[in-house]
């Protein structure tokens, strides 16, 4: 069974009014479990649009979205937050950490709302900062850390809710090519441990590392491959400097 089912998904704003807007007129996409697809498309193609229903931030105007079964298409905003925080996780470009929060503090706070006892919560927190090369930086602060190290943090962060899916929007748009490597590296070693990875990029040289590539153009997905994806080398040791 696909983990994602979307099934003539329509996304209409301002419905029968001269200023209509069709944001997604029509989509259907299966995704299966272990997937690294790439979603791509110009500015006001719907990309956004189909993320933010991919990821229950919204709801579609007509069709259904089954998410590993369940029909989350007619749910009310908090049946949509206790979906995201049991299954999904997200990774954005600008890392959106709390800068008064250390990195363990940003990592616990999906715990936190999942209520999470504190014991528990420190532990999976510190396992997922040590499993993307941040054991050392637990105590740090957003500003005490390097942009790679701030993503990471936020990728460690998506991780620790145990999700199904994790969605990446731009992930690597405020990193340099040797960081990006190694954000992608990381997103490509989920496949093999069941997680879905749906990565948002403008940059066709990033899809490549992806397995399967959607891409959207009006509403509608005008293009899905599926081809063998880039190898992201991993670097030989994380970095060391604050």
């Keep these: 069974m696909a983990l994602i089912d979307l099934d003539r998904v329509y996304k209409i704003y301002n419905e029968g009014t001269e200023s209509e807007v069709r944001a997604l007129a029509g989509v259907s996409l299966s995704i299966e479990p272990g997937e690294f697809v790439a979603v791509m498309g110009p500015s006001g193609s719907g990309k956004s649009t189909l993320m933010n229903l991919l990821g229950c931030l919204d709801r579609p105007t007509r069709g259904s979205y089954l998410l590993d079964g369940e029909d989350v298409s007619k749910l009310g905003k908090n049946q949509l937050a206790e979906v995201r925080n049991r299954m999904l996780g997200f990774v954005f470009q600008n890392f959106n950490l709390l800068p008064r929060m250390s990195a363990l503090e ?24 040590a499993s993307v090369g941040l054991g050392n930086r637990q105590g740090h602060h957003p500003n005490q850390l390097s942009g790679g190290q701030q993503q990471r943090v936020a990728i460690a962060r998506a991780l620790v809710g145990r999700p199904k899916i994790i969605f990446a929007d731009e992930p690597t748009g405020n990193l340099d090519s040797h960081t990006s490597m ?20 403008h940059e066709p040289d990033i899809a490549e590392f992806a397995a399967r590539t959607v891409v959207v153009k009006d509403g509608l997905i005008v293009r899905d491959e599926r081809h063998e994806p880039k190898r992201a080398l991993v670097p030989e040791q994380p970095e060391s400097h604050p």
């Design 182 to 201: 190694e954000v992608i590296a990381m997103l490509q070693a989920l496949a093999p441990t069941g997680i879905t990875v749906a990565l948002v990029t």
């Design 106 to 129: 940003n990592v616990e706070l999906p715990l936190v709302y999942a209520n999470v006892p504190s014991r528990e919560r420190k532990a999976r927190s510190s396992e997922a900062l």
